[in-house]
């Protein structure tokens, strides 16, 4: 079983990214169900440059399953997104100043692709730990645009790719009486994973409880 998880770094209006500081405490973690798994680990630079360079080499590792984080800067849950945009923001630049000089990612390609992963089940392993929810619209930064190169490269069998949106601790602590932290988040993030696996090992799929 290979796994490989993913964040970002810091980009404009988000000098501090936590995406990144996730992907890292997850690789420290050690319980049964993650024996037996082999980690691979990524944090891309904040632009397309990085994402277009880096992402088919991740892939080229085969791995049976994807998780993918990101910072969502105004939400307030979790967020297990369930479907990439095939679209790309032409005012918001990325951390080297580029911005899109179209409005779609894959000219001709449909408006969106659904996501592969059963969403109910991360769902549930998550929520408990951290203020969670479903989402079908993963925006039209960088969060989606790898989120959509990693569904359009890999079809939609194996692997199963998953983008997660956290959000800033202090939007999240309006959400829940006690303020979230970042080892609930990890928590939270962990449980993903775990339920990630055991779905790949199963054979489960999107639309699987």
């Known amino acids: 079983m290979r796994v490989l998880i993913t964040g970002f770094g810091p980009f404009p209006g988000a000098p501090f990214n936590p995406s990144a500081q996730l992907v890292k405490a997850l690789l420290r973690r050690r319980r049964p169900a993650l024996d037996g798994v082999e980690f691979g680990a990524h944090v891309f630079a904040t632009t397309y440059a990085a ?22 800067g105004r939400r307030r849950h979790l967020c297990i997104e369930m479907r990439a945009r095939n679209a790309v923001s032409q005012i918001f630049p990325d951390a080297d100043g580029h911005k899109p000089r179209h409005d779609v990612i894959t000219p001709g390609a449909p408006v969106s692709l659904q996501g592969n992963a059963p969403f109910m089940r991360l ?23 790898v989120y959509w190169q ?4 890999t079809g939609k069998g194996r692997p199963l790719v998953q983008f997660v949106h956290i959000p800033p601790l202090q939007l999240a602590a309006r959400r829940s ?30 639309g699987v409880s």
């Open 123 to 145: 769902l549930r392993a998550a929520r408990g730990r951290f203020p969670a929810r479903l989402s079908r619209d993963a925006g039209t930064y960088l969060c989606n645009y």
């Open 177 to 206: 009486r006690k303020r979230p932290s970042f080892a609930q988040l990890v928590n939270a993030a962990e449980s993903i994973l775990v339920a990630l696996i055991a779905a790949s090992r199963s054979g489960s799929r999107q």
């Open 150 to 153: 990693a569904l359009q490269r």
């Open 51 to 72: 994402v277009d360079g880096n992402l088919s080499k991740l892939l080229a590792q085969q791995p049976d399953v994807i998780l993918l984080f990101g910072l969502a």
